[in-house]
């Protein structure tokens, strides 16, 4: 614990905002600091959408609320310069967001229309990783910092459009 405080005054919970009404109907599953910004965090919904939020200075706010996902969003990442979103969504595609504006950068759909799981950004050069429902390995799209996503088509699997069975033959 900090200094001479006892558990309890460390978890006090003094000043705790709620700035999360917009998500009532549907779950929160993630709520993510930007880097280096105690300020700044998202929080992504299985109603589609992504809240942006600023907690100070003044009261707290809702700063965007990113639309565009047909499915739930399953996870999001911050780029290291939090100048980029991606998420991930159980619809089956990959999203990057600008975050300033709530502007839609580029939309990628899964080659297998899988729902899509989880994502990353690499912390040293801002590539990003995937993971989906299918049974292949997961793929990484390229994002260059300091320029606008360039992002490729995933590469096609061999077991490309095939299911794997829930049984062995």
Same mark, same amino acid.
């Given at each position: 614990? =900090?200094?001479?405080?006892?558990?309890?005054?460390?978890?006090?919970?003094?000043?705790?905002?709620?700035?999360?009404?917009? $998500?009532?109907?549907?779950?929160?599953?993630?709520?993510?600091f930007a880097h280096d910004d105690r300020h700044l965090l998202a929080c992504c919904s299985?109603?589609?959408?992504?809240?942006?939020?600023?907690?100070?200075?003044?009261?707290?706010?809702?700063?965007?609320?990113?639309?565009? $996902?047909?499915?739930?969003?399953?996870?999001? =990442?911050?780029?290291?310069?939090?100048?980029?979103?991606?998420?991930?969504?159980?619809?089956?595609?990959?999203?990057?967001? =600008? *975050?300033?504006?709530?502007?839609?950068?580029?939309?990628?759909?899964?080659?297998?229309?899988?729902?899509?799981?989880?994502?990353?950004?690499?912390?040293?050069?801002?590539?990003?990783?995937?993971?989906?429902?299918?049974?292949?390995?997961?793929?990484?799209?390229?994002?260059?910092?300091?320029?606008? *996503?360039?992002?490729?088509?995933?590469?096609?699997?061999?077991? $490309?459009?095939?299911?794997?069975?829930?049984?062995?033959?």
């Amino acid at each position: 614990m =900090a200094g001479d405080t006892t558990l309890s005054e460390n978890y006090a919970f003094a000043g705790v905002y709620h700035v999360f009404d917009q $998500h009532t109907d549907s779950a929160v599953p993630k709520v993510q600091f930007a880097h280096d910004d105690r300020h700044l965090l998202a929080c992504c919904s299985l109603d589609g959408t992504i809240s942006v939020c600023r907690l100070a200075p003044g009261p707290p706010a809702v700063l965007q609320v990113l639309r565009g $996902h047909g499915g739930g969003v399953a996870d999001f =990442a911050w780029s290291l310069s939090n100048d980029v979103l991606v998420s991930a969504s159980l619809d089956g595609t990959l999203r990057l967001w =600008a *975050p300033a504006d709530g502007r839609c950068i580029r939309r990628v759909p899964d080659p297998d229309g899988a729902a899509l799981l989880c994502c990353a950004f690499q912390p040293l050069n801002n590539n990003l990783t995937v993971v989906s429902v299918t049974p292949v390995s997961p793929w990484l799209p390229l994002v260059h910092p300091g320029s606008p *996503p360039l992002l490729p088509t995933p590469p096609q699997s061999p077991h $490309h459009g095939q299911r794997c069975p829930l049984r062995p033959p």
